[in-house]
């Protein structure tokens, strides 16, 4: 695998191009460090009420649908996104992930991970009260996702 970096003083944004003649473990891996690399810098615009907020993605703990509406949950607010939960799931980092049918966790700010009455699980965060619920059909790859975090591959 080459790379390569050029430097371009007229560029607004930074890019990262990937070129390969097909999608395999490796550039996927790449692709999810670099995604990883930046959502500590990458910002986003939620609103609250008729005001527009922008923060950095890493301050999101989770979003959560609330009927039609998704709320964008910080350790000590809630905000709302127009974005719907598998638009969000396209569009995040790979340290967000779902966890069931109604949440997407950042995986980042996982404080401990407790046995829920049945086998699923609740989810609590650092610093804050909240907690959510992680569906037994997610419980097992999210441990596994946290795992490999701790591990540091």
Do not use: W
Not at 20 to 31: F, R, S
Not at 109 to 116: A, E, F, N, Q, T
Not at 124 to 148: A, C, G
């Amino acid at each position: 695998m080459k790379i390569r970096i050029e430097i371009d003083e007229n560029l607004m944004e930074e890019e990262v191009i990937i070129r390969c003649a097909g999608l395999n473990d490796i550039v996927q891996e790449v692709q999810k460090a670099v995604s990883e690399a930046a959502s500590g810098t990458q910002t986003a615009v939620f609103s609250k009420g008729e005001q527009e907020y922008y923060f950095p993605l890493s301050k999101v703990l989770f979003f959560e649908t609330d009927g039609n509406t998704i709320n964008v949950h910080t350790a000590d607010d809630i905000y709302e996104t127009r974005y719907r939960l598998y638009e969000l799931e396209e569009m995040l980092p790979g340290s967000f992930m779902r966890i069931s049918k109604s949440a997407v966790v950042n995986t980042n700010r996982i404080y401990s991970i407790s046995r829920g009455i049945s086998a699923s699980g609740i989810i609590q965060f650092e610093h804050t009260h909240k907690q959510l619920y992680v569906s037994r059909l997610y419980l097992k790859p999210l441990k596994q996702k946290l795992e490999e975090k701790r591990i540091g591959r």
